[in-house]
């Protein structure tokens, strides 16, 4: 007997073995996440290949499971059926208006210890039947992560941003200077000409992209800095000024301007030209069907 049109060829729990075999990477794995045998794992994937026509997978013995690029795009889509599917089954239930499962939310690392731990304090209070699983990354790996269905949202810059993400603003950020004690501008009063700066060495929070930007900011003042030292952790960062290694330019000011050897850093605005402010948002990838806790914490953290 034929199906209805709409009536698909394939089950929820065909989709559920599917998106296990692609986050663990093996049948044995996901076999004992859904407690079933491998055998019949293995026949669930095989099903929803054949009601899909189309190869999702390479079985390898020994070696794993291989998603195709056919897998690789029905994976997203799978994720937010499932998705779907469970929260159709809690509005079922009468549980319709509790906000409660999982969100992934992925965070630029510069954010992370200066904003997030009061936002997600803050949320779990108020819906405490909701779980987050947080991620640090660069935003090159936050968009990859976003649109493979592994995060929910993320908390980023608004620089060289997607045109694929929706974004919501949560608050701004002005670029500051980082100084040393004594470094010879610490003691000046009021802002300080970054310009400057040009033949003093740098130390360069080199994350996209804030790479870019603390780049960009130079070239408007008028020169390209001496970067001496780069790297990618935001307190390393200000370890190195406060050692005297040299200066840098950071968007985030954490309340106390002591390193973690308990060095003091001095933290000055900069003058004209005065660099353009950089907003912080919540970002979600536009083709996202979000869960209601992706939504009650989107909601939560732009009120």
């Known amino acids: 007997m034929p199906r209805p049109d709409n009536v698909p060829a394939y089950t929820m729990r065909q989709l559920a073995a599917f998106v296990a075999v692609a986050e663990t990477g093996t049948i044995s794995g996901a076999a004992e996440r859904m407690h079933l045998s491998q055998s019949a794992l293995s026949a669930a994937v095989t099903d929803l290949e ?5 190869q999702l997978c390479v079985r390898r013995r020994a070696r794993g499971v ?14 937010a059926l499932l998705q779907q599917a469970g929260e159709l089954q809690t509005d079922a239930s009468g549980a319709g208006g509790v906000v409660a499962g999982p969100i992934a939310v992925g965070c630029y690392p510069a954010l992370g210890p200066t904003i997030l731990p009061s936002m997600l304090y803050a949320f779990t209070t108020e819906y405490p039947r909701a779980s987050v699983e947080f991620r640090e990354d660069t935003q090159n790996r936050l968009r990859t992560e976003l649109e493979g269905g592994e995060l929910d949202v993320a908390i ?3 620089l060289d941003l997607p045109p694929d993400w929706q974004t919501v603003p949560l608050m701004t950020r002005e670029p500051m200077v980082v100084l040393g004690a004594e470094h010879p501008l610490a003691g000046v009063d009021g802002p300080v000409r970054l310009a400057d700066l040009a033949e003093h060495p740098m130390v360069l ?9 603390a780049m960009d900011v130079c070239r408007q003042a008028g020169f390209a800095p001496r970067v001496a030292y780069r790297t990618a952790n935001f307190e390393t960062a ?11 330019l950071l968007l985030q000011r954490p309340r106390v301007d ?3 050897e ?4 001095v933290v000055k605005p900069i003058a004209e030209p005065k660099p353009a402010s950089v907003a912080v948002v919540v970002a979600w990838h536009q083709e996202a069907t979000l869960s209601r806790v992706a939504r009650a914490f989107i909601r939560f953290v732009t009120a």
């Open 238 to 248: 200000r370890a190195f000024v406060g050692r005297g290694l040299g200066w840098t």
């Open 50 to 54: 054949k009601a899909l026509k189309a």
């Open 262 to 265: 308990g060095l003091p850093v």
């Open 66 to 79: 291989q998603l195709t690029p056919t897998g690789e795009a029905v994976l997203s889509r799978a994720r």
């Open 156 to 158: 980023v810059y608004d």
């Open 258 to 260: 002591v390193t973690y």
């Open 205 to 213: 929070l080199d994350a996209p992209p804030s790479t870019n930007h």
